[in-house]
């Protein structure tokens, strides 16, 4: 079985400064692994994916995100936040040897970016 | 560019009420799927399909049902509306052949059940 824990439900941070965002994944085989990005209002945007190749993996709007077996984690990193920032991410993990194309998401953080 | 449309953005609908929730993909997907989304809870598989006229039970599939006819269209089908189905719910669609594509989201109906 798949799951997914994001271990900070809000993150706030002033603009300039880094964002971290926690997730941590169980899965029984070599996951697939996504964050996600929602703006308020507007549909769910990929922003980066892991699929087994390199380990860092970098996204659109300068995020990026390590993936960490030995720690099974997929935390999401961007060096200075931004106001446009501020939305929920969700951290999904996908193994297809037992779930096929199905995606399990996590609870998701809200990201909030103070001036 | 990619798209996923959705019927309605909101919706308002009595409890008992048949409603009906549709999706369109332009991108000739094979995959698509029906989330709800709840705040804390993140996104809940409610069905998806591999193909057309076929369906699979997703996490949360009681008290709805699915119908794909066509490739491009998926429908979600609340047979008699329930106050705890007021949700945010989503379609996504991707391509076949494993996890690791994207899935790619309308933008969302609120359905309010009164």
């Known amino acids: 079985a798949q799951s997914v824990t994001q271990l900070d439900s809000h993150v706030s941070v002033s603009e300039g400064t880094p964002v971290l965002l926690r997730c941590n994944y169980s899965s029984s085989y070599s996951p697939s692994l996504f964050w996600y990005v929602q703006h308020p209002n507007k549909g769910l945007q990929l922003l980066l994916k892991?699929?087994?190749?390199?380990?860092l993996v970098k996204g659109i709007n300068g995020f990026e995100a390590e993936f960490k077996k030995s720690e099974t984690s997929f935390h999401l990193t961007k060096p200075s936040a931004h106001m446009s920032d501020a939305a929920e991410y969700f951290c999904?993990?996908?193994?297809?040897?037992?779930?096929?194309?199905?995606?399990?998401f996590g609870e998701g953080t809200q990201l909030t970016v103070n001036p | 560019d990619v798209k996923v449309t959705q019927s309605s953005r909101y919706l308002v609908k009595r409890t008992g009420e048949k409603v009906f929730l549709e999706c369109v993909q332009d991108?000739?997907?094979?995959?698509m799927f029906w989330y709800r989304q709840d705040p804390g809870l993140g996104l809940r598989l409610i069905y998806f399909s591999y193909d057309v006229k076929m369906k699979e039970k997703g996490d949360i599939p009681e008290g709805y049902s699915v119908s794909r006819e066509k490739k491009e269209r998926f429908s979600l089908i609340l047979e008699s509306a329930s106050t705890n189905q007021t949700s945010m719910y989503l379609c996504a669609s991707s391509r076949g052949g494993g996890a690791h594509n994207e899935q790619f989201f309308g933008p969302g109906t609120r359905l309010t059940v009164l």
């Open positions: 991108m000739d997907h094979e995959n």
């Open positions: 999904v993990v996908s193994d297809h040897e037992t779930s096929g194309s199905r995606l399990t």
């Open positions: 892991y699929t087994s190749a390199a380990t």
